[in-house]
C-alpha cells in the first residue's frame, strides 16, 4: 500500500513519470486503477488523475505538463473516451490526446483496448472519420484488456510495452 507521501509525489508536477495513464473516468476507471495498482507494485512512477485537484486551470496545467514529461502515453479505449474524441466540445480525454501527439513518438503511445469497448468504435471506418492527427495515436498495436485469467498476461504485455522488465 502506498503512503500518502508517495501519492502526493506521484501527483506533483515537478515529477517524472513513466507513463501518463489517460482514461474516460465514466467507463475506464476500473481498469485505470487497476493498471496504477500494478505499476505500484514495481515502483514506476505515473500519473493518472485520481487525486488532482479538481479546478480546471490547475487540473489542466498539471496534466499539460504531466503528458509532456511523461515517457510513455497509455489511453484506454473504450466507448466513452471514443465518444469524447468525436465531440466538438472541449473534453480532457481528447485534449489529453492531442498534447500526447505533439510530444510523444508514435512508438511512445500505448493505445489498450478496455474489453468493455464496442467494436462500433474499434474499426477503420471510425478511426479514419477522426482529424489525421488523432489518427496516428491508432496506428501501433493495441495491448488488449481481456479481464478474468488474462488479466495478468494483459499487465505483463502492457508493462512490457512502457519499457518495464517483468
Known amino acids: 500500500m502506498q503512503s500518502r507521501n508517495e501519492r502526493d509525489q506521484r501527483n506533483d ?6 507513463c501518463f495513464i489517460s482514461h474516460k473516468q465514466s467507463d475506464g476507471d476500473d481498469l485505470a486503477r487497476t493498471v496504477a495498482k500494478e505499476l505500484d507494485y514495481t515502483r514506476e512512477k505515473y500519473f493518472v488523475d485520481f ?3 479538481k479546478t480546471s486551470a490547475i487540473k489542466r496545467d498539471i496534466i499539460h505538463q504531466k ?10 479505449i473504450t466507448d466513452g ?5 468525436q465531440t466538438p466540445e472541449v473534453d480532457y480525454c481528447k485534449t489529453e490526446l492531442e498534447w500526447a501527439l ?3 513518438t508514435t512508438e511512445q503511445i500505448v493505445p489498450v483496448v478496455h474489453n468493455s469497448c464496442t467494436s462500433k468504435f474499434l474499426n477503420a471506418d471510425f478511426i479514419t472519420s477522426l482529424p489525421p492527427h488523432m489518427q496516428r495515436a491508432f496506428a501501433p498495436l493495441a495491448v488488449q484488456h481481456e479481464g478474468g485469467v488474462r488479466q495478468a498476461q494483459f499487465l505483463r504485455e502492457l ?8
Open 13 to 18: 508536477p515537478a515529477t517524472k513519470t513513466c
Open 51 to 53: 487525486d488532482v485537484v
Open 67 to 76: 503528458i509532456r514529461d511523461a515517457e510513455f502515453f497509455v489511453f484506454i
Open 81 to 85: 473516451y471514443m465518444r469524447s474524441l
Open 102 to 104: 505533439k510530444y510523444r
Open 159 to 166: 508493462k512490457n510495452r512502457i519499457g518495464i522488465v517483468c
